[in-house]
């Protein structure tokens, strides 16, 4: 009998094997660890164990686009923010453009 829950680990696995691409150590360090973790918890056989663990792997994919989108914010952040002054805008400087 196959498991109900199948798709969904599936699904977990490779939405996380894709978010693990841009990881700070390296998508390879990525994908070592969550192929050792998935096949840890391989022989697992409890369907309300089995939810816990998915839950655990969503939680983690949340925690990785947080960090994704805060590394995101932080270099648009020096772009527009002079490095020696914390806080305030480059409003004194004007764009070789326009000036």
Same mark, same amino acid.
């Given at each position: 009998?196959? /498991?109900?829950l199948?798709?969904?680990?599936?699904?977990?696995?490779?939405n996380? *094997?894709? *978010?693990?691409?841009?990881?700070?150590k390296?998508?390879? =360090?990525?994908?070592?660890?969550?192929?050792s973790?998935? +096949?840890k /918890?391989?022989?697992v056989?409890?369907?309300?164990?089995?939810?816990? *663990?998915?839950?655990?792997?969503?939680f983690?994919?949340?925690?990785?686009?947080? *960090? =994704?989108? &805060?590394r995101?914010?932080?270099?648009?952040?020096?772009r527009?923010y002079?490095?020696?002054?914390?806080? +305030?805008? /480059? &409003?004194?400087r004007? &764009?070789?453009a326009?000036?």
């Amino acid at each position: 009998m196959a /498991n109900p829950l199948r798709g969904e680990v599936v699904q977990l696995y490779k939405n996380l *094997l894709y *978010l693990g691409r841009e990881y700070p150590k390296g998508g390879d =360090y990525f994908r070592d660890r969550l192929r050792s973790a998935f +096949s840890k /918890n391989k022989s697992v056989q409890d369907q309300e164990q089995i939810k816990a *663990l998915i839950a655990r792997g969503e939680f983690v994919a949340r925690e990785l686009e947080a *960090l =994704y989108f &805060l590394r995101k914010y932080r270099a648009m952040k020096k772009r527009y923010y002079e490095e020696g002054v914390k806080g +305030s805008p /480059n &409003l004194g400087r004007c &764009l070789p453009a326009l000036c």
